[in-house]
């Protein structure tokens, strides 16, 4: 059996929404002290819709496709089912992951929801933080 699945290695060779977008609604960064695998997400936001989304990922295969993927999830969705994903959902839906590796699904994960947060900020939309991962102190970046 191989260790990537044939869908991660398309989205590590053929990455989907890359890129930056200047005017952005909202961003989230996260990285992985372990690893050093660094993610930035890009959202635009109009009427509570994800109308566009891009990233730029510094890392492996693994954290390349998980961000590709994840931007493939949320990208036309409501910010509502943007909050909703999960890494677990990111990881089947690249038909898995290495276990050594579902750190990187976890990252897609953070990046999505700290630049939901940073919209929700920059808006000053009430929220609840315990939505919200705490980067700086949770185990997996330890």
Do not use: W
């Amino acid at each position: 059996m191989a260790l990537y699945s044939e869908k991660v290695m398309d989205h590590f060779t053929h990455p989907r929404n890359v890129g930056v977008i200047e005017d952005a609604d909202g961003i989230g960064e996260v990285g992985n002290a372990k690893c050093g695998d660094i993610m930035k997400i890009y959202l635009k936001i109009e009427n509570d819709t994800i109308v566009d989304v891009k990233f730029e990922t510094f890392g492996c295969g693994s954290a390349i496709a998980s961000s590709s993927m994840a931007t493939e999830m949320i990208k036309g969705k409501s910010i509502h089912e943007a909050m909703a994903l999960t890494n677990k959902a990111v990881a089947e839906a690249l038909d898995g992951l290495p276990a050594h590796k579902l750190h990187c699904s976890v990252l897609a994960e953070e990046a999505i929801k700290n630049a939901l947060k940073d919209y929700y900020d920059r808006n000053g939309i009430p929220y609840d933080k315990k939505e919200f991962p705490d980067c700086e102190h949770c185990a997996h970046c330890q």
